[in-house]
């Protein structure tokens, strides 16, 4: 716990930093998801599958569920990949704050951050503001999340390339 006598710029300035890295751990898993499904994709059209690699990464995703779900395998092979991509999409939606939200960082009485993200989403012309609010330890515990959910999703994508080559 932080001393509450420190200054509370330097308490700031500390909390922004923790955040800044946790921010960047979480970004780069959300990016090494999206280049292992682009190089999974990638593969299956080098093996002749007539795929179209989408633009948006959620596109991509559609793509690759379609695949996992109708390429020849086992029962267990396409339960275990339709399962790892379904777990890493419920995930997927904290990425368009984190990637395009600004950051408040906020200091609780006891010293622990906060970090509020706060963002425009714009649909059919219309813009709506957007506010996720974390503790440090949901913070932490998202992370987390990223990273079992990216290795777990990792592995099946690995097994899926190289039954694609074979």
């Given at each position: ?160 390339r190289k039954r694609l080559a074979?």
């Open positions: 716990m932080n001393d509450l006598t420190q200054d509370p710029l330097t308490q700031h300035q500390i909390a922004r930093a923790e955040i800044d890295a946790w921010r960047g751990c979480c970004l780069d898993l959300y990016a090494r998801t999206e280049q292992a499904v682009g190089k999974t994709l990638e593969q299956a059209i080098s093996n002749g599958k007539e795929l179209k690699l989408a633009h948006l990464a959620g596109q991509r995703f559609d793509t690759l569920q379609e695949l996992a779900e109708t390429e020849p395998a086992t029962t267990k092979q396409r339960e275990a990949l339709v399962l790892a991509i379904s777990s890493w999409r419920r995930v997927e939606s904290e990425r368009f704050l984190l990637a395009h939200g600004t950051v408040q960082e906020l200091i609780d009485r006891r010293g622990d951050w906060h970090v509020r993200f706060d963002a425009q989403i714009y649909k059919t012309g219309k813009s709506t503001p957007t506010q996720w609010c974390l503790s440090k330890s949901e913070a932490m515990n998202l992370r987390d999340t990223l990273e079992t959910r990216f290795k777990a999703l990792s592995g099946q994508l690995g097994h899926f074979s």
